[in-house]
């Protein structure tokens, strides 16, 4: 692969990309925005929906982890008794001549 001259013009395309990214992005700073206050960041991270989809999806999987977890507490109960009732079992077996 050849390699670019060395006659500055790098330098001034990389100068002028700059130059314009600085100008969008302080346009975009200066018009008002259609999405909600971001008052929750954590170190840069925002934390808030970006939109309503967002929010609604957000709601939707905490109502399905929600959900799993109640799953899970039944499937634990359920294990509990059944190993329970077969340890009953084994121990009515042992006992009874």
């Given at each position: 692969?050849?390699?670019?001259?060395?006659?500055?013009?790098?330098?001034?395309?990389?100068d002028?990309?700059?130059?314009e990214?600085?100008?969008?992005?302080?346009?975009?700073e200066?018009?008002?925005s259609?999405?909600p206050?971001?008052s929750?960041?954590?170190?840069?991270?925002?934390l808030?929906?970006?939109?309503?989809?967002?929010?609604?999806?957000?709601q939707?999987?905490?109502?399905?982890?929600?959900?799993?977890?109640?799953?899970?507490?039944?499937?634990?109960?359920?294990?509990?008794?059944?190993?329970?009732?077969?340890?009953?079992?084994?121990?009515?077996?042992?006992?009874?001549?």
């Open positions: 692969m050849p390699s670019p001259p060395d006659d500055g013009t790098a330098t001034s395309t990389a002028a990309f700059r130059s990214l600085q100008r969008l992005r302080a346009n975009r200066s018009r008002p259609d999405r206050d971001r929750q960041r954590l170190d840069g991270i925002e808030g929906p970006a939109s309503v989809y967002e929010a609604v999806t957000r939707m999987v905490e109502s399905l982890a929600s959900d799993i977890r109640e799953i899970k507490g039944r499937l634990n109960s359920l294990l509990f008794m059944l190993i329970g009732g077969i340890m009953l079992e084994i121990a009515i077996r042992l006992v009874a001549p």
